[in-house]
């Protein structure tokens, strides 16, 4: 069964970090872009970063463009989402979705994944 696992959410003050891991089981993450896209309440979900399965593609929203960074170990079939600088509008659940590099086709627009993570709560606030 393909399951996709987030942690390492939590509580933080602005300007404070965070990393975020979503461990895979069931199959590998080797040819599988990543994404991370996260909502926050009232709001649509939306794509934050993507990196493709070699790792030689990246997408960032333009909000996190320099404070956010999106790395991958295929070895542990983990994909890890480093977050810096977090401001209050970044408090939201994210998740990470997986699916075929020819299905996305280093997009990240959250449709075109099929498999989802449960997601885990980010909260910016001092």
């Known amino acids: 069964q393909l399951q996709l696992v987030e942690s390492g959410g939590g509580l933080v003050q602005p300007g404070g970090a965070l990393r975020l891991s979503c461990a895979a089981s069931g199959f590998t993450l080797d040819y599988y872009t990543i994404g991370w896209f996260r909502q926050a309440p009232g709001k649509e979900r939306e794509g934050v970063s993507c990196i493709s399965s070699s790792g030689g593609s990246t997408y960032y929203a333009d909000s996190v463009k320099g404070r956010f960074t999106i790395s991958r170990d295929n070895a542990k079939n983990t994909v890890y989402l480093q977050m810096n600088s977090l401001k209050p509008e970044d408090t939201a659940v994210y998740s990470c979705?997986?699916?075929?590099?020819?299905?996305?086709?280093?997009?990240?627009?959250?449709?075109?994944?099929?498999?989802w993570g449960q997601g885990t709560q980010v909260t910016v606030s001092s």
């Open positions: 979705a997986a699916d075929r590099d020819s299905t996305v086709q280093h997009m990240c627009v959250m449709h075109l994944y099929h498999y």
